[in-house]
């Protein structure tokens, strides 16, 4: 499919294609009516199967000699992968759809950030001023759940937004390494967690169709797909494709279920993404400037 195509327009539409996969995500896990801890054990069981498979696909029989080859850091992914999913699917059911894809859009920011702090990566300085104010979107946007019974839900969306910055810059890290089969494994843990606290495992039969879409395609083949762009996209430019995620996943939930975001979500949204593109933008332009 991707044959014949340049690195980069690989690397584009690979990418763009996994995030229109996970932009209704939030809609069909707002259609399932079982608790989000029984929508995460066959979360974590169909994103466990599919990414094995791609993971199969790539290494043959050598699959868990890749797995083993990931190390500590392949563990430090698995455990953040699987706490992150768990606690995105909490927030998503306890709190509106736009505050969490708000809160999270942040994760490139702040991943931006532990690089500098943890890898001693050179951070252009506007960056860090990206990052500052996107802590600042994010902090707006969580002033619109106090009293009004939605902060669990923030601040588990607030939870993975760190976890999830922490998990990029582990993955930069261990860039040489495929990282893959470790991610592949962290559906086992979301799964494993979640049959600790879920009462029921059987959801409802209305809602198959549902956790069918999320479970064996939505959330795998997305994830899939947005893991492989990087190597032939920039950072930037990453970074604003993921951007889609946060305008259009509220969209389908207003429009099917008709929630409104608040105004101060607006807002923050709307200088978190305004401060997001400015960075990615800028990144691009210097980039380009400095291989010409």
């Not at 939605?150 to 588990?156: A, E, P, Q, V, Y």
């Not at 040489?176 to 470790?182: K, N, T």
């Amino acid at each position: 499919m991707f044959r014949g195509m340049s690195d980069y327009a690989r690397g584009l539409a690979i990418t763009a294609l996994g995030v229109l996969i996970i932009t209704p995500d939030a809609l069909l896990l707002r259609l399932i009516s079982a608790d989000h801890w029984t929508v995460l054990v066959w979360r974590g069981l169909g994103f466990l199967l599919v990414q094995a498979m791609i993971v199969f696909a790539r290494h043959g029989w050598q699959s868990a000699a890749a797995l083993r080859r990931t190390g500590m850091d392949g563990l430090l992914v698995f455990v953040l992968f699987s706490l992150s999913q768990c606690l995105f699917v909490h927030s998503i059911t306890h709190t509106t759809v736009a505050n969490t894809l708000v809160i999270i859009a942040a994760a490139p920011l702040m991943a931006a950030l532990f690089a500098w702090l943890m890898l001693r990566e050179r951070v252009e300085r506007r960056t860090l001023v990206a990052g500052f104010i996107g802590l600042g979107a994010v902090a707006l946007t969580l002033s619109t759940s106090i009293g009004h019974g939605r902060l669990d839900g923030d601040l588990s969306a607030l939870a993975t937004m760190l976890l999830l910055a922490l998990l990029f810059t582990l993955l930069r890290r261990a860039k040489d390494r495929d990282m893959l089969p470790a991610v592949a494994a962290s559906g086992l843990g979301t799964m494993l967690i979640a049959l600790t606290m879920a009462d029921t495992v059987i959801p409802p039969a209305a809602d198959w169709l549902w956790l069918a879409l999320v479970a064996l395609f939505v959330s795998p083949v997305s994830f899939a797909l947005i893991s492989i762009g990087p190597r032939y996209l920039p950072a930037p430019e990453v970074g604003l494709l993921m951007l889609l995620e946060t305008a259009l996943g509220p969209l389908w939930v207003w429009l099917v279920l008709a929630e409104r975001p608040d105004t101060l979500t607006l807002a923050g949204g709307g200088i978190l993404l305004s401060t997001l593109i400015a960075n990615g933008a800028l990144g691009m332009i210097g980039r380009r400037r400095h291989f010409r």
